[in-house]
């Protein structure tokens, strides 16, 4: 008997060491960026032992896109950490309430709309965007709806003004454009409401005021809010470390 009793606090032990495992950080890409935007978080990531998955927005409808990104959650064993950039933060607020494996909400320089908000109405509220000046004219597409782009000239200073000019020429080039339609979307669900969130989020940011951003983090009851002195909206890229260690954090809390 003592044995058996033995083995099965070793086996109790020996579960607790190991512990949870680890859970799926899965990224989402905002407007006017693309999944190769969260590299720098990715090698952090990984190089910590967690497994990644930076997800393509289709950047079509807050509902559309959110349907998309939960079938790759959902396609995922095991707890995830959903994590959205900008536009982004729209669609993970719409979908991670109705998946239970989501434990966690990052909000990277990113929309935390409440029901019936939505990421125009948003920006508007407060002052501090100039992005409105720099888009290009509209893309017509074949169904009548519109593409938006930011000017490749502006880009730099717009969108990623911590960054080196070349790497903003670049993604200027690569940027992906969100239906016009999309950023009018209204708020149908909020997961934060239900789910615990983290906000990171730069200082000299001019797509989202940073203001509107203070102001959604506190109404969600952030579990924690980074502000980057003198970051862009592209936060991810020129503080890929401090959007890690944010991840982490929300990856290990209980």
Request: hydrophobic content about 50%; proline content about 6%.
């Amino acid at each position: 008997m003592g044995a058996i009793v033995g083995a099965f606090s070793l086996a109790g032990a020996t579960a607790a060491l190991a512990g949870e495992p680890k859970p799926t950080i899965v990224l989402v890409h905002g407007a006017f960026a693309e999944s190769a935007s969260w590299n720098g978080v990715i090698a952090d990531l990984t190089q910590d032992g967690f497994t990644v998955i930076a997800a393509a927005n289709p950047l079509r409808s807050v509902s559309g896109d959110a349907a998309h990104v939960a079938s790759v959650v959902g396609s995922v064993k095991g707890p995830v950490i959903l994590v959205g950039h900008s536009y982004a933060g729209t669609v993970i607020s719409d979908m991670a309430g109705q998946l239970p494996n989501v434990k966690a909400l990052v909000y990277v320089a990113a929309f935390e709309p409440d029901v019936g908000e939505s990421s125009l109405e948003l920006t508007d509220k407060f002052p501090g965007s100039t992005l409105g000046p720099t888009l290009a004219p509209p893309v017509n597409l074949a169904n009548g709806e519109q593409d938006l782009y930011i000017q490749q000239d502006k880009f730099h200073a717009q969108f990623a003004a911590d960054l080196p000019e070349v790497d903003a020429r670049l993604m200027a080039a690569a940027q992906r454009p969100v239906n016009q339609a999309a950023l009018a979307d209204r708020a149908v669900r909020a997961a934060w409401k239900t789910v615990p969130s983290w906000s990171i989020y730069g200082a000299a940011d001019r797509n989202i005021p940073p203001v509107a951003m203070a102001f959604m983090a506190g109404r969600a009851h952030a579990r924690k809010t980074v502000v980057v002195p003198g970051a862009s909206h592209l936060v991810m890229v020129s503080h890929a470390r401090e959007v890690a260690a944010l991840i982490e954090d929300a990856a290990n809390a209980k």
